[in-house]
């Protein structure tokens, strides 16, 4: 017998991005995402993380932006910093969060790491490395301090310390030496902002200043520009423009308001 | 047997031009881009050549402090951007047709023989290019100051003002307006060597900012009538 | 077994289905390697591993060697390359012994001649498939300077090739750049491990047992294979 029912498919849908191969195949050129070479880098100390990132954006060998966020808020205890597609950080980090602001209105409880880090990787697994967010998650909750990093793909792992993007390989030199247990905090601190500026000055793709987030048991700070090293130099020469710099190549001035005599007005 | 092609043998199209004549891929690239940017500036009886000091490939910085511009003669420098090792072959190569110019001649080659030298050298490897975009700044036979930027196969013309390498589709426009006052309507006195120089420290400073392979220190050659003089100016090193 | 498979007679090429390689590829390689400025001349370090591909094939091999009295050269990527290097040197170095003229071949000049013999290779697109550091102590001080595969050289206070550029570099800058006439000895010696340290910790190609060369006022010196201690967190 024939039918009209067609059988549900299971799982996750894709047609959308077969289609898009099609239509590259047949010569569409899509919009180009901003990737941006990052340096972003966690570690844990004693009785916290620290969470820093460089704050360059750049588009090909041109930098789109020199100071730009790239950690991001989850929850008042759990921080997130993001490196690859920039719109894909934003937008998986932004989604989680307010899921887990939604749960904690209904709980009454504090957010958890491990609901995060689930929600996070599930998102990214869901959608097979197509959202290209690699992250580096920490946070604060009554486990204690937990730190771990995100692949596109879905994976996780905890770690003591981590490094992402194009800097990550100068960073991660700067922690394989100083890194120890039980850092106090400025040390931490101190050694996350050294391998950053590494991030910095070694990588093309990272640049401009270091931004810090520092969890700590019901205590969350956050550290706007806690470097910035490379100065800016000021200008050499005055470049304001003298009065009539600019072509007039026509001038013409039309009266809106036409006045004509009239009768004068009866003020009796 | 020959064992080792030339460029001009190698078959880029795959084995006998199968593969239907589609390009395969080389295995060795002899071609790099090592960034950089170079700036020629010219005035009544000056000129200015500037270039940064990076060398980069990829996001790594190979050096901070590689001289792209060398000078040549008395009233000549060359500043060399694209890929470094055939910048630096076609230094060496000049100077020693330089060279061997003076032996034969017994004087310094004039500016307007080094620009078509320099010229008929980057043409003369029409097929197999140096990769390497050259900006030539000094002063004609009159004293004036000139400044020629060259393709990398050899086609060359002098403005007040040009740009070559990494950062020139930023920089031009700048210089353009401020040095060759393009659509400035009141502004047109000639400047001074001193303002000049201040032009070309902002330039790369403003260069810096936005291109990843301009930075770390500039090298600025001044050159006029008593000769050729240097100065340095930090950059960005991030 | 039908060797005349091939019916292309230059066997500069090889066939892989419609794909056109050339011959030239690294197949027995050696990682990243280091050099640096201090005060009393140049520091270079590298491993003693040759791989083949994946696999860690000879643990004993020697990456540093000299030429004449106040040079050495350290090198990576392929080791045959390498090593025909070597001989290109000692023959060169013969040759110069030869005139007996009283002329010396120092860091300079062998830079020079290095650069030129990789350069003239990339142009006939049949590349010595290497990245070298050559230092030496000339003029009164430390001579550091680097060429590889494509021709592309420099000098520099600090060197590091490979995955060394990015695992390696930054560290050196740090402890180097701005103050290579007051690093001491002991300090760069300290140096070299931190780098060698890391470059063990995170390059997949490399092996805790390693070789260092100082080149001074006095000459060279290159020490015997050694390691340093490792803390594996986690």
Same mark, same amino acid.
């Given at each position: ?22 239509? #590259?195949?047949?010569?569409? %050129?899509?919009?180009? *995402? ?12 004693? =009785?916290?993380? *620290? ?49 887990? #602001?939604? &749960? ?22 869901? !959608?097979?490395? !197509? ?17 771990? !990093? ?8 905890? &770690? ?33 902002? =050294? ?7 070694? =990588? ?5 200043? *270091? ?9 969350? #700070? ?10 800016? !130099? ?10 009539? %710099?600019?072509?007039?190549?026509? #001038? ?13 007005? =009866?003020?009796? | ?25 080389? $295995?060795?690239?002899? $071609? ?52 470094? @090792? ?21 004087? +310094? ?20 290019? $140096? ?9 004609? +036979? ?51 060597? +001193?303002? @000049? ?42 | ?17 419609? /794909? ?155 402890? /180097? ?52 201690? /490792?803390?594996?967190?986690?």
């Amino acid at each position: 017998m024939e039918t009209n029912i067609i059988p549900r498919k299971g799982g996750f849908n894709f047609d959308n991005y077969k289609r898009n191969l099609f239509l #590259e195949q047949k010569g569409l %050129t899509l919009p180009k *995402v901003t990737k941006t070479g990052t340096t972003i880098v966690g570690a844990l100390f004693k =009785d916290g993380v *620290v969470l820093g990132a460089d704050t360059r954006a750049t588009g090909g060998s041109i930098v789109q932006d020199k100071d730009i966020i790239k950690i991001s808020y989850i929850a008042p205890n759990i921080y997130c910093c993001g490196a690859g597609t920039a719109a894909d950080t934003l937008f998986t980090t932004a989604l989680i969060s307010s899921q887990l #602001e939604l &749960h904690r209105l209904t709980t009454g409880r504090q957010s958890r790491f491990n609901s995060a880090e689930t929600m996070l990787k599930q998102l990214l697994f869901r !959608h097979q490395g !197509h959202i290209g967010a690699a992250l580096i998650l920490g946070g604060y909750d009554i486990n204690g301090p937990v730190l771990a !990093h995100i692949y596109p793909h879905g994976s996780s792992e905890h &770690h003591p310390y981590i490094t992402m993007g194009s800097g990550s390989l100068a960073a991660v030199s700067v922690l394989e030496t100083r890194w120890t247990k039980n850092l106090e905090r400025q040390d931490a601190i101190d050694m996350v902002k =050294d391998a950053v500026e590494a991030g910095i000055f070694n =990588d093309l793709g990272s640049g401009s200043n *270091v931004n810090l987030v520092v969890i700590e048991k019901n205590k969350t #700070e956050s550290l706007r520009e806690y470097s910035k090293p490379t100065p800016h !130099h000021p200008k050499n020469c005055d470049y304001k423009y003298k009065r009539g %710099t600019t072509a007039i190549l026509k #001038e013409s001035i039309k009266d809106l308001v036409v006045v004509t005599d009239g009768e004068a007005m =009866d003020i009796s | 047997m020959n064992f080792v092609p030339t460029a001009l043998e190698f078959d880029t199209y795959g084995q006998n031009g199968q593969n239907g004549g589609v390009p395969t891929s080389l $295995y060795f690239d002899p $071609y790099d881009n090592n960034g950089g940017t170079a700036l020629g500036l010219s005035g009544e009886d000056y000129s200015i050549v500037a270039s940064d000091t990076r060398q980069s490939s990829g996001f790594d910085i190979y050096s901070r402090c590689d001289q792209k511009a060398t000078k040549l003669t008395e009233n000549s420098v060359l500043a060399l951007g694209g890929f470094r @090792a055939d910048g630096r072959s076609l230094t060496k190569r000049i100077i020693q047709r330089m060279e061997w110019y003076r032996h034969a001649h017994e004087k +310094e080659m004039s500016f307007r023989a080094i620009s078509q030298l320099l010229s008929v050298t980057l043409y003369s490897r029409r097929f197999f290019p $140096y990769y390497a975009f050259s900006l030539l700044g000094g002063l004609d +036979e009159n004293g004036k100051g000139v400044v020629c930027s060259f393709d990398s196969v050899g086609s060359y013309h002098d403005e007040p003002s040009c740009v070559v390498g990494s950062g020139s589709a930023l920089m031009q426009s700048f210089v353009d307006n401020q040095i060759a006052f393009h659509n400035q309507q009141v502004n047109n006195e000639p400047i001074s060597l +001193e303002k @000049a120089i201040r032009i070309v420290k902002d330039s790369f400073d403003g260069v810096a900012e936005r291109d990843i392979y301009t930075g770390d220190s500039l090298d600025i050659f001044i050159i006029t009538r008593d000769g050729v003089t240097t100065e340095q100016y930090p950059l960005r090193k991030d | 077994m039908n060797f005349d498979n091939n019916n292309n007679n230059n066997n500069f090429y090889e066939s892989v289905g419609n /794909v056109t390689k050339q011959t030239t590829r690294p197949i027995v390689t050696g990682t990243s390697i280091i050099g640096f400025k201090y005060r009393d001349g140049i520091m270079i370090a590298a491993d003693n591993l040759a791989s083949y591909g994946s696999l860690a094939r000879f643990k004993s091999v020697e990456r540093i060697f000299p030429v004449g009295e106040f040079t050495c050269i350290a090198g990576s990527g392929d080791l045959s390359d390498f090593q025909y290097i070597k001989h290109l040197l000692e023959s060169l170095m013969i040759k110069e012994n030869y005139i007996d003229d009283g002329h010396v071949l120092t860091a300079p000049h062998i830079h020079e001649y290095l650069t030129q013999i990789l350069y003239g290779r990339r142009s006939k697109l049949n590349p010595l498939w290497n990245s070298l550091i050559i230092g030496g102590f000339h003029d009164g001080e430390g001579y550091l300077g680097y060429a590889d595969l494509l021709g592309t050289a420099h000098k520099s206070s600090t060197i590091a090739t490979g995955l060394g550029t990015q695992l390696m570099h930054p560290l050196l800058r740090k402890s /180097v750049e701005g103050r290579e006439n007051e690093v001491t000895e002991e300090e760069a010696i300290e140096i070299v491990n931190d780098c060698m340290r890391v470059s063990y910790y995170r390059d997949a190609r490399s092996l805790n047992k390693f070789q260092r060369a100082k080149i001074t006022a006095k000459g060279f010196e290159i020490t015997e294979p050694y390691s340093v201690d /490792v803390v594996w967190h986690e």
